[in-house]
């Protein structure tokens, strides 16, 4: 079991450019988490799918970003014209249904830069 | 909202000593699961132990053992006999419906 794979590890972006960021969840996991590290700082919720749908987007700016987990591929978080700010590592994470309460399976998370 | 507080930004241990790292949470639910992850420098966030509020008794797994004191919202991890893989960000969580809520972490640093 390949576990959840997150690439790039690195992706560096041009103020003003758009990044996609991409995640393949656990073989048999159909929910799929994303969160944000600021640096210095703990992971903060995003967004919350399962297959081809959004369920809790609470954590998402209201501008810019988006998330999709289309029903063949990875689950995509898309920042567009990314900001100084956007910089900080994401993580997805996966769970089977009815199980986040033993605890996600977290991906190696990918480092935006933004220059 | 939940909140997850970790007061020690930073904690040192000898190796083979027992370290402890301490965490509280606000919460006014009275069923919920905690949660402590480990960050090394590789970025892995890496789940160490759970606990089930519902469950009196601390959970352990090897070396690491919670001190669970559900009136006092508090959450502490003990790590014995320190190894030097044990350096790393530790994290201490809150799952808030499917939502796990984070601390701030502490770094753990192991003397060899």
């Known amino acids: 079991n390949a576990g959840v794979m997150q690439n790039p590890r690195h992706l560096v972006r041009r103020r003003g450019q758009e990044a996609r960021l991409r995640c393949s969840p656990m073989?048999?996991?159909?929910?799929v988490y994303w969160y944000r590290q600021l640096p210095e700082e703990g992971l903060k919720f995003m967004v919350y799918?399962?297959?081809?749908?959004?369920?809790?987007e609470s954590g998402m700016p209201k501008e810019r970003f988006s998330a999709e987990f289309p029903k063949e591929g990875p689950s995509i978080l898309r920042i567009q014209q990314v900001v100084r700010g956007d910089s900080a590592a994401y993580f997805c994470?996966?769970?089977?249904?009815?199980?986040?309460?033993?605890?996600?399976?977290f991906g190696s998370g990918t480092r935006l830069t933004v220059v | 909202a939940q909140t997850v507080t970790q007061s020690q930004p930073e904690m040192s241990v000898q190796e083979a000593e027992t370290v402890t790292l301490s965490c509280t949470y606000d919460t006014s639910e009275s069923d919920y699961y905690l949660f402590w992850y480990k960050q090394p420098p590789s970025r892995q966030m890496i789940l160490v132990i759970r606990q089930e509020a519902y469950k009196q008794q601390n959970a352990t797994e090897n070396r690491f053992s919670v001190n669970f004191q559900k009136a006092a919202k508090s959450f502490s991890l003990k790590i014995s006999d320190s190894q030097l893989g044990d350096a790393a960000m530790y994290f201490c969580?809150?799952?808030?419906?499917?939502?796990?809520?984070f601390g701030a972490g502490t770094i753990l640093r192991v003397k060899s």
């Open positions: 969580a809150y799952l808030s419906g499917n939502k796990l809520v």
């Open positions: 799918l399962q297959k081809e749908n959004i369920i809790d």
């Open positions: 073989k048999g996991h159909s929910h």
């Open positions: 994470a996966s769970s089977p249904p009815n199980s986040f309460n033993y605890g996600y399976t």
